[in-house]
């Protein structure tokens, strides 16, 4: 399994949303972050900005999955067709373990899930 963290623009949330949803992946946690990339903020005249607002989107997908959902991912958040600094970032990290609290189900990426017994 795999967790895909998508730092994106705000007014592109929505897109990567849709596009998630419509792809079949519809398990995505949001979060409301502020930071600075490579271009370190934003002058606009004499105001330097350098917490710019993003969007933190966190899925964990299978491992097959893995490269169409980062593709569907760039593909509705880029900015035109080149795209443009400040679109954001893809972060990949393996998952060990996921645990659902509801049902006590344990599922790793090399085992049938199974129920843990409390």
Do not use: C, H
Not at 54 to 81: H, Q, Y
Not at 95 to 102: A, D, H, L, N, R
């Amino acid at each position: 399994m795999i967790l895909i963290r998508s730092i994106v623009r705000p007014e592109m949330v929505d897109n990567v949303l849709a596009a998630l949803m419509d792809a079949g992946f519809p398990a995505v946690t949001k979060i409301s972050v502020v930071g600075r990339g490579k271009q370190r903020g934003i002058k606009i005249g004499e105001v330097t900005y350098d917490e710019i607002p993003k969007e933190l989107l966190m899925t964990v997908v299978k491992n097959g999955d893995k490269e169409f959902v980062i593709k569907t991912v760039i593909k509705a958040a880029r900015t035109g067709d080149k795209g443009a600094f400040g679109d954001g970032k893809i972060f990949v990290s393996p998952v060990e373990e996921v645990y659902t609290i509801s049902s006590g189900i344990r599922e790793t990426p090399d085992a049938e899930p199974e129920e843990v017994k409390i």
